[in-house]
Structures are given as C-alpha cells and as structure tokens.
C-alpha cells in the first residue's frame, strides 16, 4: 500500500511539473504580444508546444527584402536547461549563422540560460539586430566574417543572393503536415479581398480589441489540449 501511494505521489508530482512546464511556455509566447518585434512572426508547433516555427521580413538593413523562415527548439527541461536553438530554414548569409546548419549562435548575449532573467523574446529581439549589424564579436562564419569586415562589395552580393533566394520560395508548400507552420499564398481577390477592407474598416471605441490567444480547448482545463480524434 505504502509502495502504491508512493507512485501515485510521483506521478501527481510529474504531472504537475508537466502541466507547469507548459504554462511556462505559455506565458513566454503571450510575452511576444507586448514587445515591439517588427516583421517577425512565431507559433508553437500545434503538436509539440517545444517546436516553434517563425518568419522574419527584414524591413530596412542590410537585408532589407529578405523573408526568411526559422525554426525556435526548447529545451526539454526548459527553462531549467540549455539556451533554446534558433535554426534559420532559410539560407541566410550572415557571420553569426552557421553555413552548413542554419544555426543562428545566440553565445555572444546567451552564454547559458537563466529562467530569472532570459526570456524567448529577447532571442527575437536580438534576432532582429543581427540584420542590421553584421559586426558580431563571435562568427560561425568566418568567410562571412571576413567579406563583411574586408570586401563589403562581395558581402552584400552574396547577401542580395540570399534575400533573392528567400523571396523565390515564400510561396514553397510546406516540409510539414503540421496545422501551425507559417504558409504563404499569393494574393487573391475573391479571397481576401473581403479581410482587407475589415482591416481598412474604421473600428468603433473598443471594437476588434485583441483578446489574446488561448490554448486550451474549450470546455477543457488541459493546456495545449486538442480535440481527440479517433
């Protein structure tokens, strides 16, 4: 009996450190809403809250023009573990951003994580610097590095060789079967035509207030929760 109630413990104590875990995540993506991160959009995977997908539309810089897609991993002991792994899908020619992997290194500002004080919008934030300054005291790419710091002629050709590449595939079908990954279509009147004069629509005092996202299904108390499917 003793043995049994032990387990039940251990699993009430999982349980609760699972569902804790997920509020945490929560609460990070709803912090996105109140910072002022410019042309960049990210949504939790609708399978695994720990896959984030994302697109940044460069509005001025170097890159200015470039639409380039990432990927946000979160540790599975997040926030008590390493620093998550920003992973650009996009080829994106930059001195921080790995050539051969896509990996954006964070080390220059994360050299590890603190729940207390590092936050996934910071990552963002510092994400939208690094397109305006190509100076970093940390390269993974050294030739990039190099062209940037020695030749700005030939930087800034392969740099318009990766905004070019960028914009040939907005429209690509997504690698995913997953419902959140970030799609694209051109644009089609007898389709939205209709949202976008809702959008140009002058709003009455308090009408069209975000409301926020939730993401837990109705009539449900389980974060993340979805409808079963049989």
Known sequence: MSDQNSSNAKDSR???????????????????QTENLEGIYVIPSYEN????YGVIFVRSGFYEGGVFRFTLTLPEKFPDDEVPILTFT??????????????????????????KKDHIWQILKYLLCIFHNANVKVAVNVEASAAFKTNKKLFMEKVRECIVSSIDH?????????????????????????????????????????????????????????????
């Not at 002058?202 to 109705?218: F, H, L």
């Open 14 to 32: 999982e349980l609760y450190a699972m569902y804790h875990q997920e509020y945490i995540i929560m609460a990070e993506y709803r912090m996105l």
């Open 49 to 52: 809250s720990f896959l984030w």
């Open 90 to 115: 996009s080829h994106v020619y930059h001195p921080a951003v790995d050539s051969n992997t896509g990996v954006f290194n964070l080390s220059e500002v994360f050299p590890q994580w603190d729940r």
């Open 170 to 230: 907005v429209y690509d079908d997504p690698p995913t079967e997953d419902k959140h990954y970030i799609t694209f279509m051109p644009y089609d009147p007898s389709i939205h035509d209709a949202a976008k004069e809702m959008m140009l629509k002058p709003q009455k005092p308090n009408e069209g207030m975000n409301q926020g996202m939730s993401w837990v299904q109705q009539g449900s108390f389980q974060p993340f929760s979805k409808e079963e499917t049989t």
